[in-house]
């Protein structure tokens, strides 16, 4: 079905702008994904999450992708994890009030970290894209600290160029959040099925490599770490390593979402070809 757009209320007051694509099957029977954007994007992501619904609708998901609080299309107040923990928390609450019971995420970026560190009770899986689990590395240490000495100088939050929704704010606040969140202890004590995904262009941005997860992760034996060369692989243990697990599945031999295992691949290969 078209998709239409919607406001979801916020804990806090105020809603948040988002995008609901239905299969038009019932939410107690179809499955949800609620696709989280990165930092300095929107709802849209250029594209991406569109074309991402589309193809997943195809395949009898539903999709749900929205503005975090300050971002896109809602009104401007100062960005921090927090309240995107907070805003994901909503929203996954809002669906679950529509019937949802079999509700997954895929988080780009700054939302891959806001969907580790987010509180969702049942959620059925993971898949994190290019995830900015250690933001503060990605900036490096000396040019983070520089920039937090800066922010607490200030008396304005500063303006960052985004969307064309306009830019978005930041302070001291926003650097503060991220410093006192522990990625490896929520990646540690993350239980629900995951697949990281990190293509090899960002690794010298993103220091999240095998010896960090492996150092970290005690996760489940559905818990998989690809590293991509353009294509996913045939045999993803054969290439890299598969956490606690002794066998590896392949994404091209999907036909029907029998487990959770393959709900996370199939959701991958949908998004590769998006």
Known sequence: MCPFALD????????????????????SVAPLVILCH???????????FPRAAEALEEVGFDALFFDFSGSGENLREVITLS??????E????????QGYTDISTIGLSF??????????PGRVA????APAFYMHKIFWPAKFRFTRFLMHLRKRPIRIRATESGPILADYSFVEDILHVNPDQHLANFATPALVVQGLG?????????????????????TNWWKCRGQPT???ASTWRNFSATRSFSCKNITKNTCKREKICQIFQLFWST
């Not at 990165?38 to 991406?48: I, M, N, S």
């Not at 309240?83 to 994901?88: A, G, W």
Request: with cysteine; charged share 20%.
């Open 8 to 27: 979801i209320p916020r804990r806090t007051g105020g809603t948040l702008k988002a995008v609901h694509c239905t299969t038009g099957s019932s939410p």
């Open 38 to 48: 990165g930092f300095t994007g929107d709802k849209y992501e250029w594209g991406r």
């Open 83 to 88: 309240k995107q923990v907070q805003d994901l």
């Open 90 to 97: 909503d929203v996954y609450a809002w669906a679950q009030a």
């Open 111 to 120: 939302g891959g970290l806001t969907a580790l560190v987010a509180t969702l």
């Open 126 to 129: 993971a898949v994190f894209w």
């Open 202 to 222: 960002m690794r010298p941005r993103n220091p999240l490599t095998r010896g960090t997860l492996s150092r970290t992760c005690r996760m489940t034996t559905t």
């Open 234 to 236: 045939t045999s993803p």
